[in-house]
């Protein structure tokens, strides 16, 4: 390590007293991809090192309008006409009721392509992709809802997925009162059993079908992602949030080994028109409350839903509520841990699309 | 008497400062030589530092603070600590990594890192830390390329 005195000029000392470790630890925490290129090009040591990055972080940006969009959209159209030449009746049904407004990619991933910067980080362990802020409105806010917000864990299929909505979501800043918290609690033992009409029951089943699908998308893009960069052994972590901050996708290191054997052994060559992976048969365990306090967050929920979603072939699924999902978001995190012990649920199948 | 808690660490320029153990040792180095030394009653002792007076205070001060503030003002406060400029910087990085203190290390690093994102190109990168293009110019054109999705 060299010493200097301060008399020297301490800025052009600066990077060349760090020795490589440091400078790796600098990219580590850099995460985000724009700086990291921009380090690639600073100097041929700073060349050298950043590819060793491990931890990437990338803005997604959307695509470009209009002349993009009317390419891609064309595009679009002639690979369903074709497809629909080969599906079947029962599968066209699902495509008219799922949305196909959030199938479209409407977000530049060329960066991940196999030509694209991604290919350089070889080292990458965790990777976190933020999707641009939704075109059409936040998920769900053309169904009535104020709140909803996601959180879905993959392997090869979808493992786990948690789900909470509401159909109002404001601020409150009267907890403090004990009166009104014990007033609640008497309320809410009454709440708990009040019972959701079909017209509520069908919308709940309508938000929970569009976050499976903003999911399974994810999953078919990441499928995308790893098929053109298959040079990453290390990769242990994948997180696909969005700028709305309304869902996220991750996956763990066994998830990511399943992902990628199930890429090397079949094709899927069906879905391909749909732009999103299937969701298979699935168990949904679904809490409702009209009301919900979230103190610690301040906020009040009303219509509350919290759907938690396994496949089938899992079985039961239980109440346990110590899930690594979640973490960050507050009201979130609060409305889970809330709903969750309410004891009345209800229970459902959907069959997969 | 509480001296057999604290340790005296002098640094390069002689000049000592006394610290609680507990955060003393909260740096890998002092940690391993107070191991080495194997005694628990130690009142006084010496380690020769190479980093100056003022970043060994910093340290010290910075480790102290952490072990005493809640969460959120910890966050304030370590932002407004690692508000300095780039020589003050550079000092803390040297003083975190000789003396192998962690938390100082990474709150350093993404100061810099957060520096370099400031940064709208290469240019600025280079002009902010000094460092010259070494690339020819074929190798930075290829390089250029790369990056050509970044609209910079």
Redesign the interface.
């Known amino acids: 390590m060299c010493y200097k005195t301060h008399e020297e000029d301490d800025d052009l000392a600066y990077f060349d007293c760090l020795p490589d470790a440091l400078l790796l630890l600098i990219f580590n925490k850099l995460h985000d991809l724009k700086s990291l290129t921009n380090c690639l090009s600073v100097s041929k040591r700073f060349r050298s090192l950043v590819p060793f990055t491990d931890t990437i972080f990338i803005s997604i940006p959307p695509l470009p309008k209009p002349s993009n969009i009317a390419a891609s959209y064309i595009n679009n159209t002639l690979r369903q006409v074709f497809h629909n030449l080969f599906l079947k009746p029962l599968r066209c049904f699902h495509r008219l009721m799922a949305s196909p407004k959030s199938t479209t990619m409407s977000f530049d991933i060329s960066c991940c392509h196999s030509n694209g910067v991604l290919r350089i980080f070889k080292e990458m362990k965790s990777l976190h992709l933020e999707l641009p802020l939704h075109g059409d409105g936040e998920l769900g806010s053309s169904n009535g809802a104020s709140f909803l917000q996601w959180k879905a864990d993959f392997g090869s299929n979808l493992r786990t997925c948690i789900i909470v909505g509401a159909t109002s979501f404001q601020k409150c800043n009267t907890f403090s009162s004990s009166a009104i918290c014990s007033q609640r609690k008497e309320e809410r033992i009454f709440m708990e059993e009040t019972v959701l009409n079909d017209d509520e029951l069908k919308l709940r089943v309508i938000w929970t079908i569009s976050c499976l699908i903003a999911a399974s998308t994810r999953q078919y893009l990441l499928k995308q992602i790893l098929a053109d960069n298959p040079n990453v052994p290390m990769l242990e972590r994948v997180v696909i949030s969005d700028a709305n901050k309304q869902g996220m996708f991750s996956m763990g290191k066994e998830e990511l080994v399943e992902m990628r054997n199930s890429i090397n052994t079949k094709q899927e060559a069906s879905s391909s028109s749909m732009e999103r992976s299937p969701v298979p048969e699935v168990n949904m365990k679904l809490w409702y409350l009209p009301i919900l306090d979230l103190p610690d967050s301040g906020y009040v929920m009303k219509g509350a839903t919290l759907v938690l979603i396994r496949p089938v072939v899992d079985g039961m699924i239980e109440n346990n509520s110590d899930d690594p999902l979640v973490g960050d978001e507050k009201p979130f995190t609060e409305a889970v841990r809330e709903m969750s012990k309410v004891k009345k649920s209800y229970l459902m199948t959907m069959s997969s699309f | 008497m509480l001296l057999s808690k604290n340790s005296a660490l002098e640094s390069k320029d002689n000049e000592i400062f006394e610290v609680e153990e507990s955060i003393a040792i909260q740096s890998e180095l002092i940690k391993t030589m107070t191991t080495m030394v194997n005694s628990k009653a130690y009142v006084n002792e010496r380690n020769q530092m190479?980093p100056e007076a003022r970043c060994r205070k910093q340290a010290n001060y910075h480790v102290e603070q952490n072990n005493k503030i809640v969460d959120e003002e910890l966050s304030d406060w370590e932002s407004k600590f690692f508000e300095v400029d780039?020589?003050d910087l550079?000092e803390l990085?040297?003083a975190a990594?000789?003396l192998e203190i962690e938390s100082l290390?990474?709150g350093v690093?993404?100061r810099?890192?957060d520096f370099?994102?400031a940064?709208k190109?290469?240019e600025v990168?280079?002009q902010t830390?000094?460092?010259?293009?070494?690339?020819a110019a074929q190798q930075?054109e290829e390089?250029?390329k790369?990056?050509s999705?970044?609209?910079?």
């Open positions: 190479v780039m020589d550079h990085f040297m990594n000789y290390l990474n690093t993404k810099v890192g370099i994102k940064c190109n290469v990168i280079r830390f000094g460092i010259n293009n070494d690339f930075e390089i250029r790369l990056n999705w970044n609209h910079i």
